[in-house]
């Protein structure tokens, strides 16, 4: 049927089409051009009476498919129709027993094959898995982790997958693979009135960065305040005895800028009073001794007004406070190993804004109030349990006791159930966890020794562009997937919208798999992600049945269609039943 090239354009040959008929069946198929020491192979796009077009893919050498052709093949020698071998270099490995081979799907063009990966170039990368709902995206993914565990070889013991899961759908497909020994799922199911299946992150853990993300900052200009408020909140909570003298200077300093604002005397007296009643130390209060020669009192007394309106003796107070101020505040010492809770954050934030002379400054006061009230609503819902950690622990222990059971054997799977908290708090979570895991793994000495791969569904909801970048720098996830990779943090995106997915995000995607898509936006997307698809394949992809995905990228050696087998057990995303609810 095919005969000499006739004609090259571009990706494309042209050969004879010796028969003069339209063989349809041979739509799709590839085709192979031997030559010496390299074997150059093509897929036949388009059949007409006289000619058969075909896209040229890549060349197998030494048994190695690589994709890109840098010469044309020779014009006198027809192609024929790939062999078995050859076919495997281009499907991926058939051995399913390789530890490196991970099962896919079967290949809806040749249905004895299986789509395999390289299990390495998989989760060594951040991959995608795109399209349109209700296609086969979450239960493509549940299937391809259950086949992971369900190896032939031998089970990937020491994997970090840690799922956050949007819809509450993957509990049951990953707590089925606890039946396999030595497999090990820790679901937290995040229940709003079910306090002992939450997953919770020290107060103590955040910093400036994440109190802005928690609190929701769209204003760059308060995070000196939220450092301020993180200094205090260590200051105040230390149980060392030198940091009674930076609390004691730090009140002292707020109280003077007081005493010199200007107010009216009954306005300073108040403020001093209201100050002092919530903070104060042992050496540093209400009743504490100004003794001057001839005449003790207390500050309580130093603040009286006089007949004249005055408060007398506010001389002999600024000089009391002053002695309070010379130690040196700007390196504080302060024990690390301090635990504190979002209450004291609070407690210390207040302080913070008098320090700041918020209360002196209306444009500052508005949104430092409202960065107050932020908090004061977390710390009165449920939220706070999420932040509620009773004892001290570094980041280190706590991260590698996440991935650890009770009887310290490791954890493959974590799955963080999202679906019964509102998306504010899930978009706050997934990002504080995943700078963590990110934090985790860049002080880690032994380089990428302890990987980690996120995976997000509805990531188009995380990795957006929002206030991240303009108020702390930059998003977590644009950092992750730039700098993740050589320290082993790894995302799996899984998105309906990869156009609001950011930018950078997916371009840092090494890996695809692409369900049905039909909106000429993600189609563009996807077209622009490789140079390696023919027009047929992303017009197919319009057509993709439920559960078939093209499947591309660095683990894959050609863009390939697979169908996925349905997972067992199915995760939580089935459509509803109209005819069993409705009648
Ligand atoms: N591999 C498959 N084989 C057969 N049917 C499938 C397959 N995958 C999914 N389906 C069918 O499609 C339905 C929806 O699949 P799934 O929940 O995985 O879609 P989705 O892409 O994750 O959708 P959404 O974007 O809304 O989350 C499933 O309930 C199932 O009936
Ligand atoms: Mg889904």
């Not at 008929?21 to 051009?33: A, L, P, R």
């Not at 820790?186 to 802005?212: H, Q």
């Not at 301020?228 to 005895?241: A, M, N, P, R, V």
């Not at 002292?252 to 010199?260: C, G």
């Amino acid at each position: 049927m095919f005969g000499k090239v006739i004609e090259t354009k571009e990706n494309f040959v042209i050969v004879e089409n010796i028969k003069h008929e339209i063989n349809t069946q041979i739509k799709n198929i590839h085709v192979s051009f031997e030559e010496q020491n390299r074997t150059i192979i093509g897929k036949v796009s388009n059949i007409t009476l006289d000619t058969i077009e075909i896209f040229l893919l890549g060349e197998i050498q030494n048994n190695k498919f690589t994709e890109g052709i840098y010469k044309y093949p020779l014009l006198n020698k027809p192609p024929r129709i790939i062999t078995g071998n050859e076919l495997v270099t281009m499907t991926g490995s058939q051995n399913l027993k390789d530890k490196n081979t991970l099962l896919i799907g079967s290949s809806t063009t040749y249905p004895n094959f299986k789509i395999t990966c390289n299990l390495t170039n998989m989760f060594s990368n951040h991959f995608a898995i795109i399209g349109n709902s209700g296609f086969g995206k979450s239960c493509g993914t549940a299937r391809i982790i259950q086949n992971l565990f369900n190896h032939e070889g031998s089970i990937p013991k020491n994997a970090h997958i840690v799922m956050f899961d949007v819809y509450g759908e993957y509990d049951k497909p990953f707590k089925a693979l606890e039946s396999i020994e030595k497999v090990h799922v820790k679901s937290y199911k995040n229940s709003k009135n079910d306090y002992t299946n939450v997953i919770s992150l020290p107060a103590y853990f955040l910093d400036a960065e994440d109190l802005a993300i928690l609190l929701d900052i769209d204003d760059s200009s308060l995070i000196p305040v939220l450092e301020k408020t993180l200094k205090y909140t260590k200051i105040f909570t230390s149980k060392d005895e030198k940091t009674i003298d930076y609390k004691n200077s730090i009140i002292a300093k707020t109280l003077l800028e007081l005493l010199l604002s200007g107010k009216s005397s009954a306005q300073i007296r108040d403020q001093v009073i209201s100050i002092l009643n919530k903070y104060h130390t042992d050496t540093l209060n209400l009743e504490s001794k100004v003794v001057e020669p001839g005449y003790t009192r207390t500050i309580r007394q130093c603040l009286l007004i006089d007949e004249q309106g005055k408060i007398n003796a506010i001389g002999i107070l600024s000089n009391y406070l002053n002695k309070f101020t010379e130690v040196d505040t700007t390196n504080i010492d302060i024990p690390i190993n301090t635990s504190y809770s979002l209450d004291d954050i609070y407690y210390a934030l207040e302080f913070a804004l008098l320090s700041e002379g918020a209360y002196n400054s209306e444009l500052i006061y508005e949104k430092s109030l409202a960065l107050r009230v932020h908090l004061y609503q977390i710390l009165n819902s449920e939220e706070k349990k999420f932040f509620t950690y009773d004892k001290y622990i570094t980041k280190k222990e706590y991260v590698e006791n996440l991935f650890k059971t009770g009887n310290n054997e490791p954890i493959q799977i974590i799955n963080i159930s999202l679906d019964e908290i509102d998306d504010r708090l899930a978009k706050v979570l997934t990002k504080l966890y995943s700078k963590l895991f990110f934090n985790y793994a860049l002080e880690n000495e032994d380089r990428a020794s302890f990987p980690i791969n996120i995976i997000l569904e509805e990531a188009h909801r995380y990795v957006n562009n929002d206030n991240d970048t303009r108020v702390i720098g930059y998003n977590i996830f644009d950092r992750i997937t730039k700098e993740g990779r050589k320290y082993g943090v790894l995302m799996g995106f899984i998105t309906q919208r990869p156009k609001e997915l950011s930018e950078t995000a997916l371009s840092q995607c090494s890996n695809f798999l692409v369900f049905r898509i039909f909106h000429p936006d993600d189609y563009k997307i996807v077209d622009s992600i490789t140079s390696s698809l023919t027009r047929d394949d992303l017009e197919r992809l319009k057509t993709l049945r439920k559960g078939m995905a093209l499947t591309f990228g660095q683990a894959f050696a050609l863009p390939m269609i697979a169908q996925v087998d349905l997972p067992n057990p199915l995760p939580q995303s089935s459509n509803a039943n109209i005819i069993k609810t409705w009648f």
